[in-house]
């Protein structure tokens, strides 16, 4: 069973910093790429940053390319997401997911993924 618990969103003026976390349960964690996605009211849910089974390869989002930064730590079944230069418009539920295939490229769709987990608040005000 796979369990995902995010943490570290909170509420910050435009401009500010914040880091957020993902725990990942699991033996077999570093064998799978990890993604970050984000929801908003009244919108779809969308892809932020992704990073694969050994933090080599990451993928952005062209809207937080240069702001927002995806690492992972495969000794402690973390993965992270520094999120610099905040904008109003990245408020949303951010939600951290596991892909589903063992191995696979970074991917930015939601299919990719097999294991969500329950968000954590971003909050960002002007």
């Known amino acids: 069973q796979v369990q995902l618990v995010e943490s570290g969103g909170g509420l910050v003026q435009a401009g500010g910093s914040l880091r957020l976390s993902c725990a990942a349960s699991?033996?077999?964690?570093?064998?799978?790429?990890m993604g970050w996605f984000r929801q908003a009211p009244g919108k779809e849910r969308e892809f932020v940053a992704g990073?694969?089974?050994?933090?080599?390869?990451?993928s952005y989002a062209d809207s937080v390319k240069g702001r927002f930064t995806i690492s992972r730590d495969n000794a402690k079944n973390m993965v992270y997401l520094q999120m610099n230069s905040l904008k109003p418009e990245d408020t949303a539920l951010y939600f951290c997911?596991?892909?589903?295939?063992?191995?696979?490229?970074?991917?930015?769709?939601?299919?990719?993924?097999?294991?969500w987990g329950r968000g954590t608040q971003v909050t960002v005000s002007p």
């Open positions: 997911a596991r892909q589903t295939v063992a191995g696979a490229v970074v991917s930015s769709m939601s299919s990719s993924y097999g294991y």
């Open positions: 699991g033996r077999t964690f570093s064998s799978y790429g």
């Open positions: 990073i694969n089974w050994s933090g080599g390869s990451t």
